[in-house]
Nanobody
Framework: QVQLVESGGGLVQPGGSLTLSCAASRSTFDAMGWYRRAPGKQRELVAVITSGSLISYADSAKGRFTISRDNAKNTVYLQMNSLKPEDTAVYYC?????????WGQGTQVTVSS
């Protein structure tokens, strides 16, 4: 069983920044990513990084969000800049390994003045 522990969510004003962290209990994976679920909406992919360091972003995240990883800490980060009210959501960390998906518990991000 893989455990994912997220942190870094909170309340931020529009235009502000937050960095989310996801610490995994295993060091190898096929891909790790961040998803989010806004109120009344379906969960959507925000950003993903593969074991080969290929990175993809949702169009809404391009130019504002940056996904990165620290292999020594088994941790993936999501740096979020220029946050907008529509970025308000619960953000979930995801790890895929051997065709199995693992999820974190989620962390709330609220963008509001």
């Amino acid at each position: 069983q893989v455990q994912l522990v997220e942190s870094g969510g909170g309340l931020v004003q529009p235009g502000g920044s937050l960095t989310l962290s996801c610490a995994a209990s295993r060091s190898t994976f096929d891909a790790m990513g961040w998803y989010r679920r806004a109120p009344g909406k379906q969960r959507e992919l925000v950003a993903v990084i593969t074991s080969g360091s290929l990175i993809s972003y949702a169009d809404s995240a391009k130019g504002r969000f940056t996904i990165s990883r620290d292999n020594a800490k088994n941790t993936v980060y999501l740096q979020m800049n220029s946050l907008k009210p529509e970025d308000t959501a619960v953000y979930y960390c995801n790890l895929r390994y051997a065709a199995v998906l693992y999820w974190g518990q989620g962390t709330q991000v609220t963008v509001s003045s």
